[in-house]
């Protein structure tokens, strides 16, 4: 749709609050008619209360509370987990509860990420985290003091003028009145464990988390890796970068070595797809499609390529060999988010042993299959550094396996034990049926 024909159907809208998301899907089926159904916000009504709501995470004891759900909804179709957190909080309103203790209770009940925004059928603008505020979420102003918003980060603020407040602590509830931001703490001692990944791979560079730009960390994750792999440092030419989440740390590693950063990697501006998203008949002419390498910056060069993350391993291996076509002598990788030996339960599409190329293979395994002569993965010490957060308040359960939540960390060591004695794995393993309550 084009913006003013965006901007007309916006004027068009009745009422003075709005909510919506640009869905990642980590639950519930992909084809298509299931991702239409899913879009968000989704809604929720019985007798005189509405609720609408929009959600960034994914909910980890989902079969367990579908049983609930399916017992006091009796028209109740199950999408996704946001229908979920939609009907659970429908029902405790309906159990007679103001919002405060309903969200107290949805914080209760379910085990994952979750960070919300919504609207009740009575006009309340409210957005809550889980106690563990795994996913981002922020609260800011219009400068004219009329206009008050929630936004994952801090860039959608930044683009259309408004003033950033504050982050929302885990276990929050912050509701919207004539008077600003209303905050409670719902949730007592909360145990911080914030996404690391969103430093590396799934932010936004211009996004700031308690005030300090991505971009800026991004880069000292590349002067990280250059302290941390000297010798490497001395056997190369030039830098490359996987574009775009390469290119923040090619530039520290760049101001950190002297070496040249050749932008000799061109991603297509029309290609847009996300190819870690993608389904895998369709990742691999993607990636082809989507990374150009100019092969004369390259020929007969010794070459260091940073990169955020290497998940499954092919989009790495793809660049590799087209590296190698143009000539390259040598390829280090120097991989700024340690190896991921483990899935993802809270709103990263990783939801697999098998899928993680570093679940069963040490680094020198994997610059084997992929075609590096090293892969060079920035130490945990240093990503939790130069991210500026204790190591304690942040979650790095796909790197250590220690998840920060109970069920989470159940089915990943039972689905751990299976995997390694050589089951396979049909699905995403917290939405299989055998996740144990
Ligand atoms: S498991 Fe990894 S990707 Fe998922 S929330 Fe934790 S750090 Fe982020």
Same mark, same amino acid.
């Given at each position: 749709m084009?913006s003013?024909?965006?901007q007309?159907?916006?004027?068009?809208l009745?009422? =003075?609050?709005?909510i919506?998301?640009?869905? &990642?899907t980590?639950?519930?089926?992909c084809?298509?008619?299931?991702l239409?159904?899913g879009?968000?916000p989704?809604?929720?009504?019985?007798?005189?209360?509405k609720?609408a709501l929009s959600?960034?995470?994914? *909910?980890?004891?989902?079969?367990?509370?579908k049983r609930?759900?399916?017992?006091?909804? =009796?028209?109740f179709v199950?999408g996704c987990?946001?229908d979920?957190?939609? %009907?659970?909080?429908?029902l405790e309103?309906?159990?007679?509860? +103001?919002?405060a203790p309903?969200?107290a209770?949805?914080?209760?009940s379910?085990?994952?990420a979750?960070?919300v925004t919504?609207?009740?059928?009575?006009?309340?603008?409210?957005?809550f985290k889980?106690p %563990?505020?795994?996913k981002p979420?922020?609260?800011?102003?219009?400068?004219d003091?009329?206009s008050?918003?929630?936004?994952?980060?801090?860039?959608?603020?930044d683009?259309n003028?408004f003033?950033?407040d504050?982050?929302?602590?885990?276990?929050?509830?912050?509701t919207?009145?004539?008077?600003?931001?209303e905050?409670?703490?719902i949730?007592?001692n909360? %145990?911080?464990?914030?996404c690391?990944?969103?430093f590396?791979?799934?932010?936004r560079? +211009?996004?700031?988390?308690?005030?300090?730009?991505v971009?800026?960390?991004r880069e000292?994750f590349?002067?990280n890796l250059v302290?941390?792999f000297?010798? @490497?440092v001395?056997?190369?030419? $030039? *830098?490359l970068?996987?574009?775009?989440t390469g290119?923040d740390?090619?530039?520290?590693?760049h101001e950190?070595?002297?070496?040249?950063w050749?932008?000799?990697?061109?991603? %297509?501006?029309?290609?847009t797809?996300r190819a870690f998203?993608?389904?895998?008949?369709?990742?691999?002419?993607?990636?082809?499609r989507?990374?150009?390498i100019?092969?004369?910056k390259?020929a007969?060069?010794?070459?260091i390529?940073?990169?955020?993350?290497?998940?499954?391993g092919?989009?790495?291996?793809?660049? @590799?060999?087209k590296?190698?076509k143009a000539?390259?002598k040598?390829?280090?990788m120097?991989?700024?988010?340690?190896?991921?030996?483990?899935?993802?339960f809270y709103? *990263?599409?990783?939801?697999?042993?098998?899928?993680?190329?570093?679940?069963?293979h040490?680094p020198?395994d994997?610059?084997? $299959?992929?075609g590096?002569?090293?892969?060079?993965?920035?130490?945990?010490d240093?990503?939790?550094?130069a991210?500026?957060?204790?190591?304690?308040?942040?979650?790095?359960a796909?790197?250590?396996?220690? &998840?920060p939540t109970?069920?989470?960390?159940?089915?990943?060591d039972?689905?751990?034990?299976?995997?390694?004695?050589?089951?396979?794995e049909?699905?995403?393993i917290?939405?299989?049926?055998e996740?144990?309550p």
């Amino acid at each position: 749709m084009k913006s003013s024909a965006i901007q007309e159907w916006f004027a068009r809208l009745p009422g =003075s609050i709005g909510i919506g998301n640009v869905r &990642y899907t980590t639950s519930g089926k992909c084809d298509d008619a299931s991702l239409v159904q899913g879009t968000q916000p989704v809604t929720a009504s019985v007798e005189s209360l509405k609720v609408a709501l929009s959600f960034n995470g994914n *909910i980890v004891n989902t079969l367990q509370l579908k049983r609930e759900v399916d017992q006091n909804f =009796s028209d109740f179709v199950y999408g996704c987990d946001s229908d979920l957190v939609c %009907h659970k909080l429908l029902l405790e309103l309906k159990k007679g509860k +103001d919002l405060a203790p309903a969200v107290a209770e949805v914080m209760q009940s379910f085990d994952g990420a979750f960070s919300v925004t919504g609207i009740t059928g009575n006009g309340v603008f409210f957005a809550f985290k889980d106690p %563990h505020g795994i996913k981002p979420l922020c609260a800011g102003h219009s400068l004219d003091g009329e206009s008050y918003f929630f936004s994952s980060e801090t860039v959608s603020l930044d683009i259309n003028g408004f003033v950033r407040d504050f982050e929302l602590r885990p276990g929050e509830l912050v509701t919207v009145s004539k008077r600003g931001f209303e905050r409670q703490q719902i949730v007592e001692n909360p %145990h911080k464990a914030f996404c690391a990944f969103e430093f590396a791979y799934f932010a936004r560079p +211009d996004s700031r988390f308690d005030g300090k730009y991505v971009y800026e960390i991004r880069e000292d994750f590349g002067r990280n890796l250059v302290k941390e792999f000297p010798d @490497i440092v001395k056997d190369a030419d $030039i *830098i490359l970068s996987v574009p775009e989440t390469g290119d923040d740390p090619a530039m520290g590693v760049h101001e950190e070595s002297g070496l040249r950063w050749e932008r000799a990697s061109r991603r %297509h501006r029309y290609v847009t797809e996300r190819a870690f998203i993608l389904l895998n008949n369709e990742r691999f002419s993607t990636i082809d499609r989507k990374v150009n390498i100019l092969g004369s910056k390259v020929a007969g060069k010794r070459v260091i390529v940073t990169e955020d993350s290497i998940v499954r391993g092919d989009t790495t291996k793809i660049i @590799i060999d087209k590296l190698r076509k143009a000539g390259a002598k040598k390829v280090y990788m120097f991989v700024t988010f340690p190896r991921i030996i483990g899935p993802c339960f809270y709103g *990263i599409d990783m939801s697999t042993y098998g899928q993680l190329i570093g679940s069963r293979h040490s680094p020198e395994d994997i610059a084997t $299959i992929i075609g590096a002569d090293k892969v060079c993965y920035q130490s945990l010490d240093g990503l939790v550094r130069a991210t500026g957060e204790k190591r304690g308040d942040l979650c790095l359960a796909c790197v250590t396996g220690k &998840y920060p939540t109970p069920l989470a960390q159940k089915i990943a060591d039972q689905n751990r034990a299976k995997f390694l004695s050589g089951r396979e794995e049909k699905g995403r393993i917290y939405e299989l049926d055998e996740a144990p309550p």
